[in-house]
């Protein structure tokens, strides 16, 4: 079975594309955590792992990452997806 990984710097709105967003702007969020993210991915109707004391490889302090299991979307259309909820959920 193929895990996504997620890590929170994917959806923050404070980071550019070249710093490791990768959802456009306007769905982008101010300092998302791994609680967000894994609320969202099971919105969508995956499951989530979180795994708080992992640091993405651009950024120098953990902010942990979610591991998404059974996904069939491509990792782009994940993205995008859980990014659309993110939105929603701080709203």
Do not use: H
């Amino acid at each position: 079975m193929v895990e996504n990984v997620l890590w929170p710097a994917y959806f923050d709105a404070d980071l550019t594309r070249s710093e490791g967003r990768r959802v456009a702007a306007d769905l982008a969020v101010a300092q998302p955590d791994v609680d967000e993210i894994a609320t969202a991915v099971q919105q969508i109707g995956y499951d989530a792992v979180i795994e708080r004391d992992k640091t993405y490889p651009r950024a120098f302090e953990p902010r942990g990452r979610v591991l998404v299991t059974g996904a069939e979307d491509t990792k782009n259309d994940l993205v995008q997806a859980v990014g659309a909820y993110l939105g929603v959920l701080r709203e």
